[in-house]
Nanobody
Framework: QVRLVESGGGLVQAGGSLRLSCAAS????????MGWFRQVPGKEREFVAA????????RYSDSLQGRFAIAKDNAKNTLYLIMTRLKPEDTAVYYC?????????????????WGQGTQVTVSS
């Protein structure tokens, strides 16, 4: 089992930045890919970014237009999402996820481990 705990969400003005963290524990050696997803009420959870846990291959949603970056610190078993130039439409609950599958996957169904989510609210 892998346990994921997100932190770092909050309220930020449009144009601002925020960094989310996700601490992984348990069988972290089995992780191949980690990713971030987000969800707003009434909509499906959508892919944001993913990274291979042992290497550095990354994948991003095309809709982000280069505003977000995914990073990791293997020594701390921590995943990050650095969000810049935030827009009101980025408001969502952001979820950290992990999978033993690879190569770097972007589909929600491929991820078997999920955090509880952290709320990000961007005001206009």
């Amino acid at each position: 089992q892998v346990r994921l705990v997100e932190s770092g969400g909050g309220l930020v003005q449009a144009g601002g930045s925020l960094r989310l963290s996700c601490a992984a524990s348990g069988r972290t050696a089995s992780i191949y890919t980690m990713g971030w997803f987000r969800q707003v009420p009434g909509k499906e959870r959508e892919f944001v970014a993913a990274i291979s846990w042992s290497g550095g291959t990354t994948r991003y949603s095309d809709s982000l237009q280069g505003r977000f970056a995914i990073a990791k610190d293997n020594a701390k078993n921590t995943l990050y999402l650095i969000m810049t130039r935030l827009k009101p439409e980025d408001t969502a609950v952001y979820y950290c996820a992990a999978t033993e599958s690879g190569p770097v996957v972007t589909t929600r169904g491929a991820y078997g481990y999920w955090g509880q989510g952290t709320q990000v609210t961007v005001s206009s």
